[in-house]
């Protein structure tokens, strides 16, 4: 990750089975999204959030800058234009995921929050894409490779 920057993506279980079956090559967020997502580079890191229950189970990296385009669509709950070209690092299956309470106490961020308001940890993982702190996003990046390598 040196040089690099890292962000929580959202998916739904759905989304992330469409993000799949798609060729898992395009990260999508809705337009209003687009001057966060021009932010992301090649070489940064997408690290996917399963909401639902789920967790962290996958890490993205970039392959190219963000761009506007409505077709071909790849979800069919909305068209998700703004788009990221990306290729797959690591993946859990879903089951596997990256729990929040697995990483709460190592992640400043999740921990202040879920003391200050009890449970408001998670807005930290929506509004995506959301720029995460490198040491953070080493954390989670370092749980996601331990859990896929301990399979």
Known sequence: MAGSVSYVIVFT????????AAGANTA????????????????DTLLCYLVD????????????AAYWVA?????????FPVRV?????????TQRAVRP?????LLPRLWKANLK??????????????????????TLLDAIYRKANAE
């Open 28 to 43: 999508g967020f809705p337009d209003r999204a687009m001057s966060r997502a021009a932010k992301i580079a090649p070489k």
């Open 53 to 64: 229950g789920g967790g962290w189970i996958a890490a993205l990296r970039v392959v190219g």
């Open 117 to 138: 308001q009890g449970g408001a940890w998670a807005a930290f993982v929506r509004g995506t894409p959301r720029r995460w702190p490198d040491d953070e996003a080493r």
């Open 71 to 79: 077709e071909p669509s790849i979800w069919p709950q909305g068209a």
């Open 13 to 20: 279980p759905a989304s992330w089975q469409q993000f799949k």
């Open 101 to 105: 309470s697995e990483v709460i106490d």
């Open 85 to 93: 070209p990306v290729e797959v690092l690591v993946e859990l299956p």
